[in-house]
């Protein structure tokens, strides 16, 4: 059987098509999503033109694929590769990131979603590193939630549609100014997600002092196929401005968030944070939350 892998920019709807299923299959086989949102929104809505995909073909079936992201341009790029649970053990994993190495001058970092033995082998068979770990945490929201009271001079509602993206935009890059992932989100990028299913702006709290937004907590509800259970609440994102630092603003709106996903009837909430963060652990631990699984990064030694 001839295996041959094709490097493109856009993908067609047909190609779209076929890496949504592969997706899914891999998703079925495995209990986590191999693909994280951003490349996800971008096989469906487009992004960065930087940004490479590359699909792998064991005869005419669509055996395996990679996502090429240009974000971060000093570390590397980041990639994400997934194999059909059909077409694995067959070495085609290897095919795919010797193309990846070759797109990529030999320096590409590794997503692998949930620490799979077999993502490991296969980066060590490369001479990968781990180099950064990435803590799923949940906590029950059957269990009490401690009572909280917003700073002096800082009032709290929710997101707006077509009128807080611009202040909401400012405020996450300046909470997030090391953080290329998040902190270099752009106005499109704010509105494919308005655009989701998910999207839910009475979930999306803004905190403000002196009619100036200073902090915001944006929750989600994923569905049951998102993660293979029931609905699921999630801490999408929190950020404080740095100016407000140190007040308790970011405990008090992650508090107000998981209130929100308790009162729709949610049986758990859950969040992502980067284990080295012990800050923010710390708080989430505070507040209930214990680490539940870990996502990995692999990059070449050195």
């Not at 692998?112 to 945490?137: K, N």
């Not at 949940?138 to 009572?147: D, E, I, V």
């Not at 909280?148 to 909470?175: C, H, I, M, Q, S």
């Not at 308790?262 to 049986?267: D, H, I, P, Q, V």
Request: no cysteine; hydrophobic share 40%; net charge negative.
């Amino acid at each position: 059987m001839s295996v041959r892998v094709e490097a493109g920019e856009r993908l067609d709807d047909r190609q779209v098509d076929g890496v949504l299923a592969l997706v899914e299959a891999a998703t079925e086989a495995d209990g986590v999503r191999p693909l994280n949102e951003h490349v996800m929104l971008h096989l469906r809505y487009g992004g960065d033109p930087r940004a490479r995909s590359l699909l792998l073909y064991a005869g005419d079936a669509l055996a395996g694929y990679a996502h090429v992201d240009p974000t971060d341009e000093v570390e590397g790029p980041s990639v994400e590769l997934v194999i059909h649970p059909a077409h694995r053990r067959q070495g085609h994993g290897a095919r795919l990131l010797s193309a990846v190495m070759e797109l990529t001058n030999g320096r590409p970092r590794l997503w692998a979603h949930g620490d799979h033995t077999g993502a490991g082998a296969l980066a060590a068979s490369f001479g990968f590193e781990r180099v950064r770990s990435l803590w799923q945490m949940r906590r029950s929201l059957f269990a009490p939630l401690t009572a909280y009271t917003l700073p002096d001079g800082v009032d709290l509602r929710t997101f707006v549609p077509g009128r807080d993206e611009e202040a909401w935009l400012k405020v996450n890059a300046a909470a997030f100014a090391h953080h290329p992932e998040q902190g270099d989100w752009t106005v499109d990028d704010l509105l494919r997600r308005e655009q989701e299913p998910w999207f839910d702006p009475e979930g999306f709290f803004l905190a403000f002092r002196d009619e100036r937004l200073v902090g915001f907590h944006w929750t989600k509800i994923h569905g049951s196929s998102d993660h293979g259970h029931e609905p699921l609440g999630e801490v999408y994102v929190v950020g404080v401005d740095p100016s407000q630092q140190g007040t308790g603003l970011g405990k008090v709106l992650t508090l107000a968030g998981l209130s929100h996903l308790r009162s729709r009837g949610l049986a758990q909430a859950m969040l992502y944070v980067d284990e080295t963060n012990t800050a923010a652990i710390r708080l989430y631990e505070s507040l209930g939350f214990n680490r539940w699984d870990v996502d990995v990064m692999y990059a070449p030694e050195g």
